[in-house]
């Protein structure tokens, strides 16, 4: 028994030399994906306040990569959507020895 993922690659384009499991399941996934950019809304002008069209984001904000500084405060700004809820704030990350930590904070949009 195994819990996780194999990947098998061959020359071949095929494993019908390798008899797997009936239970077996075989799943192709993307594998690495090319980093994207996190469309965040700017309503920062007076038409984007007064804009009509509804923002339904359930991801409010995703900043993959930040590097804090020992001392220095740290603060990320985003508008919230129009959908009304109860809202998690998830942080994650590593300290310089390589520890993972983790936080959640709740929020409520009205």
Avoid: H
Avoid at 7 to 22: D, G, Q
Avoid at 25 to 49: C, K, N
Avoid at 67 to 87: E, H, M, N, P, Q
Wanted: proline residues 5%; hydrophobic residues 40%.
């Amino acid at each position: 028994m195994f819990d996780g993922i194999l990947n098998w690659k061959t020359y071949a384009p095929s494993i019908n030399n390798y008899a797997l499991e009936s239970n077996a399941l075989i799943l192709d996934y993307p594998g690495l994906q090319m980093e994207r950019v996190f469309f965040s809304p700017d309503y920062s002008d007076a038409l984007q306040q007064e804009s009509r069209m509804p923002d339904f984001r359930n991801v409010l904000n995703w900043t993959p990569e930040i590097k804090l500084i020992s001392g220095k405060a740290y603060s990320v700004k985003f508008y919230t959507s129009d959908l009304k809820g109860r809202f998690v704030i998830v942080a994650q990350g590593l300290d310089k020895n390589g520890t993972p930590g983790s936080v959640f904070e709740f929020f409520e949009v009205k």
